[in-house]
């Protein structure tokens, strides 16, 4: 299944013997090594022990706010010319690209990526989630990005898309704080049930039933790993406490979540 199913091992914080983050499942995607690693690198492969969160099987690794190597396509922020689909590019993706890249620029911005990026409703995912994944894959901090950085991004969102179909059960196209709860579990991280309804209420479209939609879902998860990334780097000890000024907390955030 995706990812691995069973109940994950017991280990210490961070991947020894048990510990405050959990344990991440022992074979993403249910197999013994996972897949390969894509042109990007780390940008949307998942891994065992992953750079954020608690290094959930299957759960995407893109690095939030960093990059991977360059594509094998060429050099990335080059865009490549329409016809043949460049090794290394998501098929899928291509097409999508070319749809939305109205101006035939070869690059895409936060409005012609809003048009290739929808719920299972067929909504439009929302301005922050987009401008989340945009500014993860812009290595030249232009606010857009070409083939090769869309073809990046569309590997990274199907693979929580996957993750995201997997606990919406009953193909309402949200998960409720029940399922939510069920997937953080999954993916090693050791929060309350309580905490989960909580991000739900948070994140609910207003007027629907209570539930997070996939682009919420990708949004939520993305920034708890940095966060969890940015807890790590200050509990030194590893005990799942730590002590931070004011200042300190502002700045993570701003880092992180900004």
């Known amino acids: 299944g995706y990812p691995?199913?069973?109940?994950?091992?017991?280990?210490?914080?961070?991947?020894?013997s048990s510990g405050p983050y959990g344990p991440p499942p022992s074979a993403p995607y249910g197999g013994?090594?996972?897949?390969?690693?894509?042109?990007?690198?780390?940008?949307?492969?998942?891994?065992?022990?992953?750079?954020?969160?608690p290094g959930p099987g299957?759960?995407?690794?893109?690095?939030?706010?960093?990059?991977?190597?360059?594509?094998?396509?060429?050099?990335?922020?080059?865009?490549?010319?329409?016809?043949?689909?460049?090794?290394?590019?998501?098929p899928e993706a291509y097409q999508w690209f070319h749809t939305v890249d109205t101006d035939r620029s070869g690059f895409i911005n936060l409005r012609e990526l809003k048009q290739a990026l929808v719920n299972s409703n067929w909504s439009a995912f929302n301005?922050?989630?987009?401008?989340?994944m945009l500014n993860m894959?812009?290595?030249?901090?232009?606010?857009?990005?070409?083939?090769?950085?869309?073809?990046a991004l569309w590997d990274y969102m199907q693979r929580w898309r996957a993750?995201?179909?997997?606990?919406?059960?009953?193909?309402?196209?949200?998960?409720?704080?029940?399922?939510?709860?069920?997937?953080l579990t999954q993916m090693g991280y050791h929060l309350s049930p309580q905490f989960s309804e909580l991000l739900v209420r948070?994140?609910?479209?207003?007027?629907?039933?209570p539930g997070i939609q996939?682009?919420?879902?990708?949004?939520?998860?993305?920034?708890?790993?940095?966060?969890?990334?940015?807890?790590?780097?200050?509990?030194?000890?590893?005990?799942?406490?730590i002590r931070l000024s004011y200042e300190d907390f502002l700045a993570g955030a701003i880092v992180r979540l900004m």
């Open 214 to 241: 996939l682009d919420h879902f990708i949004q939520v998860c993305t920034q708890l790993q940095s966060m969890t990334q940015a807890f790590r780097e200050k509990d030194t000890s590893m005990t799942g406490n």
């Open 137 to 151: 894959f812009d290595k030249t901090r232009s606010g857009q990005i070409d083939l090769f950085g869309f073809s």
């Open 32 to 53: 013994a090594s996972g897949p390969p690693r894509g042109p990007y690198g780390g940008y949307g492969a998942p891994g065992q022990g992953g750079q954020y969160g």
């Open 202 to 209: 948070r994140f609910s479209v207003q007027g629907a039933r």
């Open 58 to 90: 299957g759960v995407p690794g893109g690095p939030y706010g960093s990059y991977g190597g360059q594509p094998h396509g060429g050099p990335y922020g080059h865009h490549a010319s329409a016809g043949n689909i460049p090794p290394g590019v998501n």
């Open 4 to 16: 691995g199913g069973g109940n994950p091992p017991t280990r210490a914080p961070y991947g020894g």
């Open 163 to 183: 993750m995201f179909q997997q606990y919406d059960r009953d193909h309402s196209g949200s998960i409720s704080g029940t399922e939510l709860h069920q997937a």
């Open 127 to 132: 301005d922050e989630t987009c401008l989340m």
